[in-house]
């Protein structure tokens, strides 16, 4: 179904029979927090039973690694007064595979391919990355958009527990092919430069990443899954520039290890 424009409407509709929350934009996101929690662990668990398509670096295998990786998330979420921090647990986990790619699922999950880690220079690029990551999830792009992509009544009979108990997973599944639109990824970048302009890293992070698989001959997949405007690392440098955040490499040693434990 469509949905009406009218998120006032919608709202008045919804109020008695669940939390809904309009974004800023206008946008109607049926999910409550909580929901939007469960809807992730719900897609984690979809992931992890899929080893064929998500062959997962386990965490106890590579205690090192995650310390590392995880311990900059966890920075970033606190340095970057990132929304949601009490609620979402921003987890990341390490996915073993070629592809050059990270994604968010709601609630915080994160998914790095160690085929992107390959790619990147400095801890600084990989803290972008995660910056415009946390940042989907922070911005709640994935179920806004899904609120749009199922349409209102749909997710009402869902959250409400009266739809037929296959619809979770199916939203779920679809959860892992859902594109971003542009201005959601402009947002994910603008949010990257202002998480990390509080933290060490520099804040143009993400903008180093671009230019480094942007050159490519074809395509990554973080490129074909994510919109790219031409001028994404003329607005994330003009952004840190503007907001005198410092674009000083931070780290390359710690990376260049981390780098070493994951790919080979
Ligand atoms: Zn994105």
Same mark, same amino acid.
């Given at each position: 179904?469509?949905?009406?424009?009218?998120?006032?409407?919608?709202?008045?509709?919804?109020?008695?029979?669940?939390?809904?929350?309009?974004?800023?934009?206008?946008?109607?996101?049926?999910?409550?927090?909580?929901?939007?929690?469960?809807?992730?662990?719900?897609?984690?668990?979809?992931?992890?039973?899929?080893?064929?398509?998500?062959?997962?670096?386990?965490?106890?295998?590579?205690?090192?690694?995650?310390?590392?990786?995880?311990?900059?998330?966890?920075?970033?979420?606190?340095?970057?007064?990132?929304?949601?921090?009490?609620?979402?647990?921003?987890?990341?986990?390490?996915?073993?595979?070629?592809?050059?790619?990270?994604?968010?699922?709601?609630?915080?999950?994160?998914?790095?391919?160690?085929?992107?880690?390959?790619?990147?220079?400095?801890?600084?690029?990989?803290?972008?990355?995660?910056?415009?990551?946390?940042?989907? %999830?922070? $911005?709640?792009?994935?179920? &806004?958009?899904?609120?749009?992509?199922?349409?209102? =009544? @749909? !997710?009402? *009979?869902?959250?409400?527990?009266?739809?037929?108990?296959?619809?979770?997973?199916?939203?779920?599944?679809?959860?892992?092919?859902?594109?971003?639109?542009?201005?959601?990824?402009?947002?994910?970048?603008?949010?990257?430069?202002?998480?990390?302009?509080?933290?060490?890293?520099?804040?143009?992070?993400?903008?180093?990443?671009?230019?480094?698989?942007?050159?490519?001959?074809?395509?990554?997949?973080?490129?074909?899954?994510?919109?790219?405007? %031409?001028? $994404?690392?003329?607005?994330? &440098?003009?952004?840190?520039?503007?907001?005198?955040? =410092? @674009? !000083?490499? *931070?780290?390359?040693?710690?990376?260049?290890?981390?780098?070493?434990?994951?790919?080979?």
């Amino acid at each position: 179904m469509k949905i009406i424009p009218n998120c006032t409407l919608l709202l008045l509709l919804a109020i008695s029979l669940l939390a809904t929350s309009c974004t800023k934009d206008g946008d109607l996101n049926v999910f409550s927090v909580e929901q939007e929690l469960e809807l992730g662990r719900q897609t984690d668990a979809e992931i992890r039973s899929m080893p064929g398509e998500y062959p997962i670096l386990e965490r106890s295998a590579y205690p090192q690694a995650y310390a590392y990786l995880q311990g900059m998330v966890d920075e970033i979420v606190r340095e970057g007064q990132v929304s949601y921090a009490d609620e979402f647990p921003y987890t990341v986990t390490l996915i073993d595979s070629d592809v050059e790619n990270a994604f968010a699922t709601p609630g915080g999950f994160i998914y790095v391919y160690t085929g992107l880690v390959a790619t990147l220079e400095t801890g600084d690029e990989l803290a972008g990355v995660l910056g415009h990551e946390i940042a989907h %999830a922070a $911005r709640r792009h994935a179920t &806004n958009q899904l609120t749009k992509q199922y349409g209102f =009544s @749909t !997710l009402v *009979s869902l959250v409400t527990g009266s739809s037929d108990p296959g619809l979770l997973g199916r939203v779920a599944g679809s959860l892992l092919s859902l594109q971003f639109t542009r201005s959601d990824e402009k947002e994910a970048d603008d949010y990257s430069v202002d998480y990390l302009c509080q933290t060490n890293y520099a804040a143009n992070g993400a903008a180093g990443f671009f230019e480094q698989i942007q050159d490519q001959p074809s395509p990554p997949a973080f490129l074909s899954s994510h919109p790219s405007p %031409a001028n $994404r690392v003329e607005d994330i &440098n003009a952004r840190a520039d503007d907001k005198n955040c =410092s @674009t !000083l490499t *931070s780290d390359r040693v710690d990376f260049q290890a981390f780098q070493a434990r994951v790919t080979n």
